[in-house]
């Protein structure tokens, strides 16, 4: 019998997700969802770009020594010092991966490398970014064994020059060659064809795997990266919820369920433990406070509803008529733990770990005081409950400012005023302010106490889950001195949440 080809899945969440814009995640949220990435079975995690900051730095480093299995990859631009930056984050790596690249369409070239020392026309700027191409994946290949070689914009690029390029790297030393769509501009038949023709065309492309990341710009993405594997390519590259720069990325979930669903189209398999997605999605959703929608294919909410009659009485009759995928397979599991008050230690802890959360024991003792808090004040605490918690609970940068108390005074025809009680580095202080509402005043206090004046950019609010005690999230964006951080707090009182979403944006703006 023919074995059936593997395909390699990429998981560029922690880099390519992250640029999502008002996002930003800290080391330990990197941490703990690369630990979860690795419990789905992603082949490679690209952990960040070490050369960007060092808190990208460490983070790529830390990541490289505490998670097993998968390979880590760290991206650099094809300049010297980034991929010293890469080598020195993955020196402990058991496997690890460099993943450098170049512009290769004419728009990039023209307008990215301008200067006359790339050339003074199109073709002396081809020739010399080839030859910089070349320099970059051999001083990786110092580094490490596994180089992957990036042609951004491949999707619009020249196909000779593209081929010309690509049997350059790979000839200096590529394991892998990525293939970007870097506008989602293409098409999947004009994709499809363009991996066909590097197949065709590269004459040692049987040296390295052609690897394909798209981007969703006319929401193609997925569509795409499903016809590059079509037609030869053996990894596909993306981000989970297929969070990215502007429309995101191929979302992971999506393109792998599709090889999964329709096996007897594709014939390609992956290594991924698909009972995994649901809790990753709804991780990464939390940490980066971008909500799935419920309309979302594979693990929204409504991904496996019903509510229109014949549907609903075709599927009780055989649920086949209008699921072509179990909600187990995904990891959506109808029986559950229900989490009250009455719920102990043991209890929490077992839901948080199924949840992903790897915890200290004094660590879970924070979060059980406040669990019960919550479960004083609702009838049910539910997953989503708890990873607002956890992130609440530990703040994942350091607290010069903590919230201590507040009380607000409000209503018709009064003047909302609040006082603040605030830990500032470790010295508890007290103000007062008024504003044209509630949380206004909050903020006002807060910036009067700690002498910090913020910009806000945005605030959002949400209910976690449904009902009158839902927990509530809110989400603030902040800007200080040309720095932006988003900062969250969730609460059954939404003044409350205010002001932890503030201070958290302070803390990390700071």
Do not use: W
């Amino acid at each position: 019998m023919k074995a059936t080809p593997k395909i390699a899945v990429f998981d560029t969440t922690l880099r390519d997700g992250e640029q999502a814009a008002g996002t930003r995640l800290g080391k330990r949220d990197k941490m703990t969802i690369a630990r979860q990435l690795a419990k789905l079975r992603v082949d490679i995690i690209e952990a960040g770009f070490p050369a960007s900051s060092p808190e990208d730095f460490d983070a790529v480093r830390e990541i490289a020594l505490g998670v097993e299995g998968p390979t880590i990859c760290a991206l650099s631009r094809a300049v010297p010092s980034d991929i010293e930056a890469c080598g020195k984050a993955l020196a402990k790596a058991r496997r690890p991966r460099i993943h450098t690249g170049i512009g290769v369409s004419d728009i990039h070239i023209m307008g990215k490398f301008q200067d006359d020392r790339y050339g003074k026309t199109l073709e002396g700027k081809k020739d010399k970014l080839v030859a910089i191409a070349v320099d970059a994946v051999k001083r990786a290949r110092n580094c490490s064994a596994e180089v992957q070689f990036y042609a951004e914009d491949a999707g619009r690029s020249d196909p000779e020059y593209l081929y010309r390029m690509l049997e350059a790297v790979i000839a200096a030393g590529a394991t892998v060659v990525n293939i970007p769509d870097t506008t989602g501009y293409t098409v999947p038949e004009q994709y499809g064809a363009l991996i066909a023709g590097i197949k065709k065309n590269v004459p040692n492309i049987d040296k390295a795997v052609i690897s394909v990341h798209c981007h969703d710009d006319l929401g193609l993405a997925v569509a795409n990266s499903l016809a590059g594997v079509i037609n030869g390519a053996r990894q596909v590259e993306g981000t989970i919820n297929g969070i990215g720069e502007r429309a995101g990325n191929a979302a992971i979930e999506e393109v792998v369920m599709g090889l999964r669903t329709r096996h007897d189209y594709y014939g390609v398999s992956t290594g991924i433990e698909p009972k995994e997605f649901f809790r990753t999605s709804r991780m990464v959703a939390d940490m980066l406070g971008m909500p799935v929608p419920a309309n979302k294919a594979v693990i929204g909410t409504n991904a496996f509803s019903h509510s229109s009659g014949i549907h609903v009485d075709g599927f009780l009759k055989n649920r086949q008529t209008y699921e072509i995928m179990r909600p187990e397979d995904v990891g959506l599991n109808e029986s559950r733990v229900v989490l009250t008050a009455r719920t102990g230690r043991a209890g929490l802890r077992a839901r948080l770990e199924k949840l992903g959360y790897k915890l200290e024991k004094e660590e879970i003792e924070s979060l059980y005081q406040r669990f019960l808090t919550v479960a004083d004040k609702k009838q049910e605490v539910l997953d989503e409950d708890l990873a607002a918690i956890v992130h609440d609970e530990l703040p994942q940068t350091e607290t010069a400012i903590k919230l201590d108390s507040l009380h607000v005074f409000s209503g018709t025809g009064a003047i909302p005023t609040a006082t603040i009680r605030l830990h500032l580095k470790g010295v508890l202080k007290q103000g007062a302010s008024i504003g044209d509402g509630p949380v206004d005043a909050v903020y006002k206090a807060i910036a009067a106490i700690t002498g910090v004046k913020a910009k806000l950019l945005r605030y959002e609010i949400r209910a976690i889950t449904g009902g009158t005690e839902a927990l509530g999230e809110v989400n603030v964006h902040l800007e200080l001195d040309g720095r932006r951080a988003m900062g969250r707090g969730a609460s059954t009182d939404i003044v409350e949440a205010s002001a932890k979403a503030y201070v958290d944006g302070l803390n990390r703006v700071m």
